[in-house]
Structure formats: structure tokens, C-alpha cells
């Protein structure tokens, strides 16, 4: 089983930035890649960044420019560092952790961090 959690949240003003943490433990044997997403109110939830095992990238893409996603693999830690933000990037933002071989794929979910930007 494998455990995530979000952190680094907050209130913010437009024109700052955030950094967002994402702590995984347990079993992340077979680990593919990490994802950030994020759900706004009355949206759906969005792919925001996403790296895999063998870090490569990829970002939404009015995002491009703005956020980038890393990865600490000794501390299983997965970042969004977030700059210029705007109200619009106001959301509950999610980590997301699969694991798997080519004979299945699992999918972690952490509760999701709040963000808001205020104008």
C-alpha cells in the first residue's frame, strides 16, 4: 500500500508563488510517475504536471512557463513550485502516485492540499 500526502497550501496574493510538497511512504516498488492535478469548484478535476520514473515532464499547457515539477527519489518526495500565480489557479490541488509493471497499474491518491489566490 502506498501512502500520499500533500502539503504547502495556503493563501496567497496574485503575483506570488507556492511551493506544493508531496510526501509518499510505504510499498512504491515499480513506482511509474507522479502527477499533480487540481479541481477548482464546479470543475473537474485537471492534470496539472506530471513526471515519470525516468523524469520526464509534462505540463498543462496554459501552465507551461509558470509551474515546474520535480522529483527527490531518495526522500520520495514530489514537488509543483508554482510562480505568478493567479485566482484562477485557485483549487484543491492533488498528488498522484502510480505504481505498476506492464500486468497492472495502481493508482495513490493523497487528500489534497487547498490553494487559494486572491486578487
Known amino acids: 500500500q502506498v501512502q500520499v500526502v500533500e502539503s504547502g497550501g495556503g493563501l496567497v496574493q496574485a503575483g506570488e508563488s507556492l511551493r506544493l510538497s508531496c510526501t509518499t511512504s510505504g510499498t512504491t516498488r515499480n513506482f511509474k510517475r507522479s502527477g499533480w492535478y487540481r479541481q477548482a469548484p464546479g470543475k473537474e478535476r485537471e492534470l496539472v504536471a506530471d513526471?515519470?520514473?525516468?523524469?520526464?515532464?509534462t505540463y498543462k499547457d496554459s501552465l507551461k512557463g509558470r509551474i515546474t515539477i520535480s522529483r527527490e527519489n531518495a526522500k520520495n518526495m514530489v514537488y509543483l513550485e508554482m510562480n505568478s500565480l493567479k485566482p484562477e489557479d485557485t483549487a484543491v490541488y492533488y498528488c498522484?502516485?502510480?505504481?505498476?509493471?506492464?500486468?497492472?497499474?495502481?493508482?495513490?491518491w493523497g487528500q489534497g492540499t487547498q490553494v487559494t489566490v486572491s486578487s
Open positions: 513526471i515519470t520514473a525516468g523524469g520526464r515532464t
Open positions: 498522484k502516485v502510480q505504481v505498476g509493471t506492464h500486468f497492472y497499474t495502481n493508482d495513490f
